[in-house]
T-cell receptor, first 114, second 112 residues
Framework: DTAVSQTPKYLVTQMGNDKSIKCEQN?????MYWYKQDSKKFLKIMFS???????INETVPNRFSPKSPDKAHLNLHINSLELGDSAVYFC?????????????FGEGSRLTVL | GEDVEQSLFLSVREGDSSVINCTYT??????LYWYKQEPGAGLQLLTY?????DMKQDQRLTVLLNKKDKHLSLRIADTQTGDSAIYFC????????????FGQGTTLQVKP
């Protein structure tokens, strides 16, 4: 069983479109995250939710909107996609906000904006 | 500001030891981490060290921490081709609880 699963794995779309990436974890963790990895493999946190509440909101454009319907799910919706949004987006979870260094990552969703 | 730096590339021969180095800026970090990313996959936690320790050993992995110099290293003994991956050093931001700051990653290439 996959602990942290994201869909879709690959996403190719045109500039200006709106798209969503879904994430689910079956580990019973309280805290979930979205990270962005650029073409140089640099990894940066975007958002973090603890028990459905937003606790980290990095400086990302407000075109990016996370939603956590329950603590096992954290989805990422992106409006008006731009070329610079092309990256691999990773969902991750940790047992709670205190164990934020011990992350379990999904396999990533590679977004390509044309 | 907080920053974690690593060299970008390391190439070794199978059977040799690999040493991946990392420097960090936040001296208040309580834990420091090493993650491994295989091609096309997410990151996987390899090991971590508490800041009051100098060394931690886990099978083929040895982590060394020099707090004075803010230097962390990961040594892989008897490196295998399956160890080829990107290795990320990370620290937790003490100015923003819950934010893990990653280095740029070191690509380890293991030649047969």
């Amino acid at each position: 069983d996959t602990a942290v699963s994201q869909t879709p794995k690959y996403l190719v779309t045109q500039m200006g479109n709106d798209k969503s990436i879904k994430c689910e974890q079956n580990l019973g963790h309280d805290t979930m995250y979205w990270y962005k990895q650029d073409s140089k493999k640099f990894l940066k946190i975007m958002f973090s939710y603890n028990n459905k509440e937003l606790i980290i909101n990095e400086t990302v454009p407000n075109r990016f909107s996370p939603k956590s319907p329950d603590k096992a799910h954290l989805n990422l919706h992106i409006n008006s996609l731009e070329l610079g949004d092309s990256a691999v987006y990773f969902c991750a979870s940790s047992q709670d906000a205190a164990t934020t260094g011990e992350l379990f990552f999904g396999e990533g969703s590679r977004l390509t904006v044309l | 500001g907080e920053d974690v730096e690593q060299s970008l590339f390391l190439s070794v021969r199978e059977g040799d030891s690999s040493v991946i180095n990392c420097t960090y800026t936040d001296s208040s970090s309580t834990y420091l981490y090493w993650y491994k990313q295989e091609p096309g996959a997410g990151l996987q936690l390899l090991t971590y060290i508490f800041s009051n320790m100098d060394m931690k050993q886990d099978q083929r992995l040895t982590v060394l921490l020099n707090k004075k110099d803010k230097h962390l290293s990961l040594r892989i003994a008897d490196t295998q081709t399956g160890d080829s991956a990107i290795y990320f050093c990370a620290e937790i931001s003490t100015s923003n609880t819950g934010k893990l700051i990653f280095g740029q990653g070191t690509t380890l290439q293991v030649k047969p």
